[in-house]
């Protein structure tokens, strides 16, 4: 049974950086589309970023320039390096992953992933 599994949240000043992991267990499709989304209570979850097997990378506009995504060959580990950190980027973080081998646009919507983690908070003061 697929299961991943989110580590590195927490509470940062803005402006600080936080690096969260996600090691997804028993997932063997290939190739495949992996990603990171977080969601503010009342609010629509947010795609951040997704990486696929090949290495493209896509990021919101909001998080372009501070938030580098990143995977572990050759197992499924998936990392996001959040720098300059600011308040509004509060939220729970989901990573992801497409269920099945997934030859499809690598895009930021909720849609495409069959597959969640639990969540992380992430708390940024001001």
């Known amino acids: 049974q697929v299961q991943l599994a989110e580590s590195g949240g927490g509470s940062v000043q803005a402006g600080g950086s936080l690096r969260l992991s996600c090691t997804a267990s028993?997932?063997?499709?290939?190739?495949?589309?992996l990603g990171w989304f977080r969601q503010v209570p009342g609010k629509e979850r947010e795609g951040v970023a997704t990486?696929?097997?090949?290495?493209?990378?896509n990021y919101a506009d909001s998080v372009k320039d501070r938030f580098t995504i990143s995977k572990d060959n050759p197992r499924v580990n998936l990392h996001l390096q959040m720098n300059s950190l600011k308040p509004e980027d509060t939220a729970t973080y989901s990573c992801?992953?497409?269920?099945?081998?997934?030859?499809?646009?690598?895009?930021?919507?909720?849609?495409?992933?069959?597959?969640w983690g639990q969540g992380t908070q992430v708390t940024v003061s001001s």
């Open positions: 028993a997932y063997t499709y290939r190739p495949f589309c």
């Open positions: 990486i696929d097997s090949d290495g493209r990378i």
């Open positions: 992801a992953a497409s269920r099945g081998a997934w030859s499809f646009p690598c895009e930021l919507r909720e849609a495409l992933f069959g597959y």
